[in-house]
């Protein structure tokens, strides 16, 4: 079998967004009264912003009305951080190993739990380097079902086993896995179930390394 698509998560592979998604959660909990530290944040990377609230609340009560409010002014702060993104949020290495990729004719795809993906994709210039980009709209069901992933796959025309997820998030590995997947752990969160890990992501990876590790 021959690996021929590789799919990367955006927050914490391709870019750090997940300062600016702490940042907004961050200024509604205090607006709210409702304590929340960087290591809460760290249970957020790669769910949904819903799934991301039900977490932040801890099982806090609140109504739909109140809960879609408090998800319009997260992103609202979010989108305003957005702002600021430029090419130079790219993390090390990324430009390096998708041209490389490319070069070596593997199919890319972009698998983000974020409705924001494609504007964060615009700010970085990385947009048209994918074939197909999935995200926050794609899918319903979100990380760590393999919903998504799956969804990607079938645009990139490979079955999953075709195809390696690079993620930085458990949910993220989890999903990938359910899809039957190769899996790349990237970044500095423990992740302990891949079938390759990375601490140091993108730049301390050569797409050859990754084939001759993951193609049996
Ligand atoms: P939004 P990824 C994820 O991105 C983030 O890691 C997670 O913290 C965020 O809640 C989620 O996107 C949804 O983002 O509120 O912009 O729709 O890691 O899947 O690229
Ligand atoms: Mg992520």
Not at 106 to 125: F, T
Request: hydrophobic share 40%.
């Amino acid at each position: 079998m021959t690996i021929k698509a590789f799919i990367f998560d955006l927050d914490g592979v391709i870019t750090d967004t997940a300062e600016f998604h702490f940042r907004s959660w961050k200024q509604l909990a205090e607006e709210e009264g409702i304590a929340f530290t960087r290591e809460d944040n760290e249970q957020l990377r790669g769910v949904s912003r819903r799934e991301s609230l039900n977490r932040m609340l801890k099982g806090r009560p609140i109504d739909e009305a109140t809960a879609q409010n408090w998800m319009t002014r997260k992103n609202d702060y979010y989108r305003a951080y957005l702002q600021e993104i430029t090419p130079e949020h790219v993390l090390p290495g990324v430009v390096t190993f998708l041209d490389s990729a490319a070069s070596a004719g593997i199919k890319l795809g972009l698998g983000s739990a974020s409705k924001n993906a494609r504007d964060v994709l615009e700010r970085l210039n990385l947009i048209d380097r994918f074939d197909a980009i999935g995200d926050g709209f794609s899918v319903v069901n979100t990380k760590p079902a393999p919903d998504l992933f799956i969804w990607v796959a079938g645009r990139l025309g490979f079955p999953p086993n075709e195809g390696v997820v690079f993620e930085d998030a458990e949910a993220g590995i989890d999903a990938a896995l359910a899809g039957g997947f190769y899996t790349v752990g990237v970044g500095h969160s423990v992740i302990t179930h891949a079938h390759m890990v990375s601490p140091g992501g993108l730049a301390d990876l050569t797409v050859e390394g990754v084939l001759a590790k993951l193609n049996k």
